[in-house]
């Protein structure tokens, strides 16, 4: 990184009054640091770091419209090679056994209200980072993992019932599909496409509904919109461009897969 380039560092806090604080206390403990922002919830952090391509991300894990897991899963996939992706920050409320988790992550973790120790200490770990990782791009493997770890932190509610059947509208005829004899499932709008190696048919469950549903040693998500059966997924390959896509077992269509989800298939 140029060393005349300043630094730029994107908040996302839908407080106010929280994303002015630790907008204070970045530039009193980082002197030359560039704060933009601050977005006031998740989508509007993906569209201003997609647009500003910030070195460095803060996000609140409670926003409206989008947490800010969603929002880091979102960029990871939409993210290009134009710019290495941006150094990640959580910042939230939970208490501190979560800091003790991410000492060696991918990521940092600070509490609310953002104390100077802490933030001390997060401000050093990511100048060695930053100063390291040169040209460096995203390993999307490693943001699969940090949000998963971050994921593994939060208060869960009782997990649901497995599916062992989807019922589905095909015309004015409901049909019933065994859960394993689904390919993929895709998102579309307002529905989800149930896709089998011989038909498709349509339900209204929201995808993140859904996987909490479905058994994950059988069902893997590969992008914001999409879940495959591994079963079902014949091989893995990359295009011209780098892009990694799944080859399926009955069907002539390929799954496209995003960064976030590639590691899963570099065996294949």
Known sequence: MNASTPIRALIAED?????????????RLWPGLEILGPAPNGLAAV????????????????????????????LA??????????????????????LKAFEQ??????????????????????????????????DGGGMAQLVEQMRALLPRAQAPERLTVIRAAVGNMVRM???QDVVYFQALDKYVNVATADSEA????????LIAQLDPALFCQVSRSSIVNMNQVASASRDD????SL???GRTDRLKVSPLFAHLFKQM
Not at 16 to 26: C, H, R, T
Not at 112 to 137: F, H, N, S, Y
């Open 15 to 27: 407080e106010p009054i929280l994303a002015a604080v630790l907008a204070q206390a970045l530039q």
């Open 47 to 74: 569209e201003q770091a997609l647009a500003l391509r910030p070195d460095l991300l803060f996000l609140d894990i409670k926003m409206p419209g989008q947490t800010g897991l969603e929002a880091a899963e979102e």
């Open 202 to 209: 349509l339900i209204r469950l929201p995808l993140k509904d």
């Open 105 to 138: 992550a991918a990521a940092d973790y600070v509490l609310k209200p953002v104390g100077d120790e802490r933030l001390r200490r997060t401000v050093e770990r990511l100048q060695a980072r930053l100063g390291t990782r040169g040209d460096a791009q995203p």
């Open 77 to 98: 996939e939409r993210w290009d090679d134009a710019s290495p992706f941006p150094e990640v920050v959580f910042v939230t409320a939970y208490d501190d056994y979560a």
């Open 177 to 179: 599909i065994p859960v």
């Open 241 to 244: 461009m780098g892009k990694l």
């Open 247 to 249: 080859a399926l077992h």
